[in-house]
T-cell receptor
C-alpha cells in the first residue's frame, strides 16, 4: 500500500528566507505526486504535480518540487517566502485501489512565517 | 466559474441525530470523494465514487453513508453510529483517471452539541 510521510509538523521561516518542506513517499510503481496548500478553514489548493519526465516541476506561487527516486522524496521549495505563504502544506501520492484512482495524503506541515 | 460547493459551512449535531453534508460540483467530473480532516491527522478518505450509482468505502467509512444519484452531487450522511463526528469534512472531485489532481470544496465543519 502507498504511504506519505511529512517529517516536520511545524516549520518557522523568516520572511524572505528560502523554504524546503520534506515529503517521503512509498509506492510500488511510478508515483504520481502532488503538493497542496490549505489556508485555515478552507479547502486544499493544488500547488504542483509530478507525473513523469523532468525531476524538477514548477508550480504556482513560485513553488517548485524535485523528485529524487533514490531517496523516495518529493520536497517542496521556494526561494523567498512571503508572509502570505503561511498555511498548511500537504504532500500526496496517487494510486489505483481496486481499479479506482485515489490519493493518499501526508499529515501535513504547518508553515509559520516570522517578520 | 466551475467549482465545488459544500454546504453548510458550519453544522451542529445533537447526540443520536443523523446529519447530511451537501457537495455539488459543476466541473463535469466523474469522480467524487469525501475526506475527514482532524488536527494533525491529514486527510482520511471516507467514501469515493467514480460513476453515478456506484461508490466505494475508503479507510474510515464506518458511521458514514453516501449516495450518488446524480453526477453533480455526492451527499455524505454522518449517522448516529459515528461516535466521534466532530471534524472538518472536505469534498473533492476529479476526472477519475490515475494521477489526476483533485479539486476541493471549502469544507464543512461539524460539531456536536
Amino acid at each position: 500500500a502507498q504511504s506519505v510521510t511529512q517529517p516536520d509538523i511545524h516549520i518557522t521561516v523568516s520572511e524572505g528566507a528560502s523554504l524546503e518542506l520534506r515529503c517521503n513517499y512509498s509506492y510500488g510503481a511510478t508515483p504520481y505526486l502532488f503538493w497542496y496548500v490549505q489556508s485555515p478553514g478552507q479547502g486544499l489548493q493544488l500547488l504542483l504535480k509530478y507525473f513523469s519526465g523532468d525531476t524538477l516541476v514548477q508550480g504556482i506561487k513560485g513553488f517548485e518540487a524535485e523528485i529524487k527516486r533514490s531517496q523516495s522524496s518529493f520536497n517542496l521549495r521556494k526561494p523567498s517566502v512571503h508572509w502570505s505563504d503561511a498555511a498548511e502544506y500537504f504532500c500526496a501520492v496517487g494510486a489505483l485501489n481496486s481499479g479506482y484512482s485515489t490519493l493518499t495524503f501526508g499529515k501535513g506541515t504547518m508553515l509559520l512565517v516570522s517578520p | 466559474d466551475g467549482g465545488i460547493t459544500q454546504s453548510p459551512k458550519y453544522l451542529f449535531r445533537k447526540e443520536g441525530q443523523n446529519v447530511t453534508l451537501s457537495c455539488e460540483q459543476n466541473l463535469n467530473h466523474d469522480a467524487m470523494y469525501w475526506y475527514r480532516q482532524d488536527p494533525g491527522q491529514g486527510l482520511r478518505l471516507i467514501y469515493y465514487s467514480q460513476i453515478v450509482n456506484d461508490f466505494q468505502k475508503g479507510d474510515i467509512a464506518e458511521g458514514y453513508s453516501v449516495s450518488r444519484e446524480k453526477k453533480e452531487s455526492f451527499p455524505l450522511t454522518v449517522t448516529s453510529a459515528q461516535k466521534n463526528p466532530t471534524a472538518f469534512y472536505l469534498c473533492a472531485s476529479n476526472t477519475g483517471g490515475l494521477g489526476q489532481p483533485q479539486h476541493f470544496g471549502d469544507g464543512t465543519r461539524l460539531s456536536i452539541l
